[in-house]
């Protein structure tokens, strides 16, 4: 299936990333490259980080590959990332106008994936995938984007920064 082969090789190309690179911001400035010109549903590609020390917690804007954004930085009480990175759980919406949390990034995005990504069992932050493209984000494609997550998280866990 073409498809699951397209799934299969990039899969495969960010997994070599990680040997390739010294550092999680070194990975994370890679992966967003990769998804974003290897996935044609991908167009918007970015990585929000926890702001360290931060009170109340603010999500901050890191590597992104896509359109410019307004939201550089979101509180965790907005948007479909606020709600990702405060509940620690992977949020996909097939059809972001229907979702009130949804805060636009471009009047062409019809569906998102956000996926924390942990350190040492916390969020640290979140990858963030927008799509013009309704539903665009199967069970499939998820499985894609939080093994992403999961690498990153691992890469800052093992370089420490
Ligand atoms: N749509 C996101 C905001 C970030 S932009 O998509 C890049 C949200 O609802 O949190």
Known sequence: ????????????????????????????????KVLHDRMLKYNWVGFYMLEPGAEPPVLVLGAYEGAM????????????????????????????SKDPRYLACSLETKSEIVVPVFVGGQVVGELDIDSHFPSAFTPEHQELVQYCAMLVGKKLEASGK
Do not use: F, W, Y
């Not at 990039?10 to 390739?20: G, K, Y």
């Not at 990332?81 to 059809?95: I, K, N, R, Y």
């Open 1 to 32: 299936m073409l498809a699951a082969t397209k799934l299969e090789e990039v899969r495969h190309e960010v997994t070599e990333l990680v040997q390739a690179t010294p550092t999680g911001r070194d990975l994370m400035r890679l992966m967003v």
């Open 69 to 96: 954004t307004p939201h550089t930085r979101i509180p965790l009480n907005q948007g479909i990332c606020g709600a990702a990175a405060s509940s620690g759980h992977t949020v996909v919406v097939d059809d972001v």
